[in-house]
């Protein structure tokens, strides 16, 4: 009644074929149209070209969708009023018939009910700075503790504290993997300075330990973190100013709860005109390609 399932998923499912989860709010509230459309629909291909099937999650006049069609994509991109649905909001968009961007921590929810363990975004919410005073931790973190999916990601950006999310990761028994990196990512940026215990080199070495946390009926979820190509990124220090004047502008205008990130989002966007936009595409590309890969692996190991 309310999760629909696309026949190509459904088959690809039954037949024992990688799956990866792409989310929706990243389409909606993260980038503008047309960019938003032209990208996931290229994330899709790029899925596809590396052998496993894309399933784009949204949620469709209150019956989540697992595997949105083109013009569904297209749709969502341009629609005005979708509603940002984080766990708390999924029953209130269900009940009111409503249209809801997934978030992380929700793609991963809908993504596990359909049974598929990996997971590509771009960049995942976490603790944000000065959560010591305002509380402001994502729910994606929470999923990340709770539902068996694996992400994978290039970190998150500097807008959140990125220690303290990495402290949270830890409590909460969630790894985190560098992808041929030391570093945990920082979305815009190849690295944000701050180690990671685990690296791994290939996609098959990602999948043993995605493998063996599932074995061990360890719940919650994996993050990879995959950084953007240094060719495409922006250093730490070019957008640090853009961060910061963000940040200020979110206080000033009294911005709180879930618009939060979406605004500090846009109005990084706006700030560094097309680059930031630029460097988004490039590592969700990055991201689609190496998620497809390990699916690939992981799938093979289930075999
Ligand atoms: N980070 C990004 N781009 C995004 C998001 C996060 O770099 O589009 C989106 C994701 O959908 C993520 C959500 O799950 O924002 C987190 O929102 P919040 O901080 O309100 O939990
Ligand atoms: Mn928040």
Same mark, same amino acid.
């Given at each position: 009644?309310?999760?629909?399932?696309?026949?190509?998923?459904?088959?690809?499912?039954?037949?024992?074929?990688?799956?990866?989860?792409?989310? $929706?709010?990243?389409?909606?509230?993260?980038?503008?149209?047309?960019?938003?459309?032209?990208?996931?629909l290229?994330?899709?291909? =790029?899925?596809?070209?590396?052998?496993?099937?894309?399933?784009?999650?949204?949620?469709?006049?209150?019956?989540?969708?697992?595997?949105?069609?083109?013009?569904?994509?297209?749709?969502?991109?341009?629609?005005?009023?979708?509603?940002?649905?984080?766990?708390?909001?999924?029953?209130?968009?269900?009940?009111? /018939?409503?249209?809801?961007?997934?978030?992380?921590?929700?793609?991963?929810?809908?993504? $596990?009910?359909?049974?598929?363990?990996?997971?590509?975004?771009?960049?995942?919410?976490?603790?944000?700075?000065?959560?010591?005073?305002?509380?402001?931790? $994502?729910?994606?973190?929470?999923?990340?503790?709770?539902?068996?999916?694996?992400?994978?990601?290039?970190?998150?950006?500097?807008?959140?504290?990125?220690?303290?999310?990495?402290?949270?990761?830890?409590?909460?028994?969630?790894?985190?993997?560098?992808?041929?990196?030391?570093?945990?990512?920082?979305?815009?940026?190849?690295?944000?300075?701050? /180690?990671?215990?685990?690296?791994?080199?290939?996609?098959?070495?990602?999948?043993? =330990?995605?493998?063996?946390?599932?074995?061990?009926?360890?719940?919650?979820?994996?993050?990879?973190?995959?950084?953007?190509?240094?060719?495409?990124e922006? $250093?730490?220090?070019e957008?640090?100013?853009?961060i910061?004047?963000?940040?200020?502008?979110?206080?000033?205008?009294?911005?709180?709860?879930?618009?939060?990130?979406p605004?500090?989002?846009?109005?990084?966007?706006?700030?560094?005109?097309g680059?930031?936009?630029?460097?988004?595409?490039?590592?969700?590309?990055?991201?689609?390609?190496?998620?497809?890969?390990?699916?690939?692996?992981?799938?093979?190991?289930?075999?």
């Open positions: 009644m309310y999760i629909r399932i696309s026949k190509e998923v459904q088959n690809a499912i039954k037949n024992n074929k990688p799956v990866v989860a792409l989310e $929706s709010t990243i389409i909606s509230h993260g980038m503008p149209y047309p960019e938003n459309v032209k990208t996931a290229r994330v899709e291909e =790029i899925v596809k070209e590396n052998g496993a099937v894309p399933a784009t999650i949204g949620i469709i006049d209150g019956v989540a969708v697992v595997g949105m069609s083109k013009e569904e994509i297209e749709e969502f991109g341009k629609r005005k009023n979708i509603v940002k649905a984080s766990r708390r909001d999924i029953p209130i968009i269900m009940a009111k /018939k409503l249209w809801g961007a997934t978030t992380v921590a929700t793609t991963m929810y809908f993504a $596990s009910l359909a049974g598929i363990e990996i997971f590509v975004t771009g960049g995942i919410g976490g603790v944000h700075r000065e959560a010591t005073k305002t509380f402001d931790i $994502s729910a994606d973190l929470q999923e990340l503790a709770n539902t068996n999916v694996t992400v994978v990601c290039a970190g998150a950006k500097a807008i959140l504290d990125l220690p303290l999310t990495l402290e949270y990761l830890e409590t909460f028994g969630v790894p985190v993997i560098g992808y041929q990196s030391d570093e945990l990512a920082a979305f815009y940026s190849h690295t944000s300075h701050l /180690k990671l215990d685990v690296r791994v080199n290939d996609a098959l070495e990602a999948a043993n =330990i995605i493998y063996a946390k599932r074995k061990l009926n360890l719940k919650g979820g994996i993050l990879i973190s995959n950084p953007i190509p240094i060719e495409n922006i $250093s730490n220090d957008i640090d100013v853009f910061n004047e963000a940040l200020k502008e979110a206080a000033k205008n009294n911005i709180k709860g879930k618009d939060v990130t605004f500090l989002l846009k109005t990084i966007c706006d700030k560094t005109g680059k930031s936009l630029e460097a988004n595409k490039a590592l969700i590309f990055n991201n689609a390609k190496v998620g497809a890969m390990i699916a690939v692996e992981y799938k093979k190991l289930q075999k």
